[in-house]
């Protein structure tokens, strides 16, 4: 079974910017989607963003035009790049592929 370890979250000022990564093993990320998706305290769990096997990316509204996605599927690893983070974005940010879910990495952004 594939795991899932996020890492690059932290605190950073509002418009910062941040690398997260979600690296995978057990199993190859290579032709798959990999999603990324966010909860805030008290919140549900909302979809930020995801990249198709074929490297087709997709964004949630509110992070649009500040996030980017990317694979290195030689790495078996995917980077959403976070640029001009709000307050807003702070959250714990979950990766996701083949039903599983990696243990999540705390953003928090401060004023």
């Known amino acids: 079974q594939v795991q899932l370890v996020e890492s690059g979250g932290g605190s950073v000022q509002a418009g910062g910017s941040l690398r997260l990564s979600c690296k995978a093993s057990?199993?190859?990320?290579?032709?798959?989607?990999l999603a990324w998706f966010r909860q805030a305290p008290g919140k549900e769990r909302d979809f930020v963003a995801l990249?198709?096997?074929?490297?087709?990316?997709a964004y949630g509204d509110s992070v649009k035009g500040r996030f980017t996605v990317s694979r290195d599927n030689s790495k078996n690893t995917v980077y959403p790049q976070m640029n001009n983070l709000e307050r807003d974005d702070t959250a714990v940010y979950y990766c996701?592929?083949?039903?599983?879910w990696g243990q999540g990495t705390q953003v928090t952004v401060s004023s």
């Open positions: 057990g199993g190859t990320i290579s032709g798959k989607s």
């Open positions: 996701f592929l083949d039903e599983r």
């Open positions: 990249i198709s096997g074929y490297d087709i990316p």
